[in-house]
């Protein structure tokens, strides 16, 4: 069946560090990709994807590109803000139900 | 963009009572919606599919006659923890998939249930 693995938390990272956070998949077919972001508190919301491979998601200086040679979809941010403080979930969409990552806490210090 | 609500965002509630969640699509027809609960500092664990008109599908190891879901209508669907105990007591989300077209899911803000 369709898995995600994603790499394990929490990442702890200074404000303006470099964020990567490795998600791969396993999957029938082709999938969407996407990554989710929970905030303290709240249910998850969308933060990028990318439908095909190749593509690339972005969206508040967060990006991710479907790679299908290595069946992988990294989250990136270039300079991280405190703000950035919460879970990730990556996720694809193939098959009927959808199938998350573990998810993995970012906590950002000032 | 499209909107999920959920409610109530949190309850507390003794030992042996129910207690009702809905989950709302507030500007599109959803027949299928999802159930998780979610854990402390843990993933996401679907809990069942909930199909509008017919019974919920719920995954292995779910208690179908504790975790009570009715899918009455396009635009709600609602989880009944019945008989709760202390145990119970997690972060339920639920999500909806627009009629209109598969993806992306839309997620509710999430209920926090604290059992007593």
């Known amino acids: 069946g369709d898995s995600v693995t994603q790499m394990e938390g929490p990442v702890t990272l200074s404000e303006e560090a470099f964020l990567t956070i490795n998600c791969t998949y396993t999957a029938t077919g082709y999938p969407s990709l996407f990554w989710y972001v929970q905030y303290p508190g709240e249910g998850l919301q969308l933060l990028l994807k990318?439908?095909?491979?190749?593509d690339k998601g972005s969206n508040k200086g967060f990006e991710a590109t479907y790679r299908k040679e290595t069946t992988s979809f990294h989250l990136e941010k270039g300079s991280v803000q405190v703000s950035d403080s919460a879970v990730y979930f990556c996720?694809?969409?193939?098959?009927?139900?959808?199938?998350f990552g573990r998810g993995t806490s970012l906590i950002v210090h000032p | 963009g499209a909107v999920v609500s959920q409610h109530p965002s949190w309850v507390i509630c003794k030992s042996g009572t129910s207690v009702k969640i809905e989950c709302r699509s507030l500007d599109f027809q959803a027949t299928t919606m999802f159930w998780y609960r979610q854990f402390p500092k843990q993933s996401l664990m679907l809990m069942a599919t909930s199909n509008e008109g017919s019974k919920a599908t719920y995954e292995q190891g779910v208690e179908k006659d504790k975790f009570l879901i009715n899918h009455a209508s396009l635009t709600l669907s609602t989880l009944t923890v019945t008989s709760a105990h202390p145990e119970d007591s997690s972060f339920y989300i639920c999500s909806a998939i627009d009629d209109r077209g598969y993806s992306p899911l839309h997620f509710g803000n999430g209920t926090r249930l604290t059992v007593t």
């Open positions: 996720a694809l969409e193939g098959s009927y139900i959808p199938t």
């Open positions: 990318a439908t095909k491979a190749d």
